[in-house]
């Protein structure tokens, strides 16, 4: 009779930790809602600040072209997906490697996040990265053959989401996850409570275009398999591996803009170096 008691009590305690754990995993999983930004945003200049209407609520973008454009041109742009903790006030400095490399690059922000008004899930961030993506490709100094989505941890499923709605010339993915089921089962917890799916490995199962994953050997957040295992599921795929964790990568900067411009003029979206 005790032993039946302790597990009619175990079951009931699992059962109110599973409950919790449901009710507050967008807590958990969106930790950089409660990151206390300024009423205006730290613009510099050239930047274009965007305001963009989701069934949501309104999402804030920054647009900042790249450098060297000749007038008339247009050119490749990057939608940039940052992570779980960040916000697109962090990310400037990081633009200005892109835009170095005659790529526009657009910092999306997340429902919730900074500025941005809603609440994030998996359903709302897409909608801001879809329309992201079509408010970029309006512009006269944007490629709308060469749009490629970039997105980090949490961005990499914000990405491969975009990929599913729209056509885009390329994904690159830094320390993406296969989905977020398996960061339940790390809990003790069933997939099928995750709310927030973002099953990446299906996404990229689906993809047609090219996909470039970069993923720590030392990650101890979202481990290096689940790279490796995305890098299985895709049709055309490069993964490099860098001898970092999560939150130092990449450990050479100049190292990482050499393989995303390389992976870039492979995929012919940018030109390649002149002799």
Partial sequence: MNLLR???LGAVVYAAYGALCF?????????????????????SPGTVPLRLETGFGKIEAWFLPPKGMEAGSKRPVFLFFHGNGEVIDFLPDEAEEFRAMGVGVLLVEYPGYGRSEGTPSEESITAAAVAAYDAVIGR?????RRVVAFGRSLGGGVACALGRERPLAALILQSPFTSTRPFARRMLLPGFLVRDVFDNRQALAAYPGPVLVLHGIHDDIIPVGHGRELARAARRVRLVELACAHNDCPPDRGEFRGIVAGFLRDEGIL???TP
Avoid: F, H, K, T
């Fill in 6 to 8: 302790l597990l009619i």
């Fill in 271 to 273: 030109e390649p170096l």
């Fill in 140 to 144: 006269s100094d944007v490629d709308s």
């Fill in 23 to 43: 009710l507050l995993q967008r807590s958990l999983m969106y930790p950089g809602r409660a990151i206390d930004v300024g009423r205006q945003p730290p613009l």
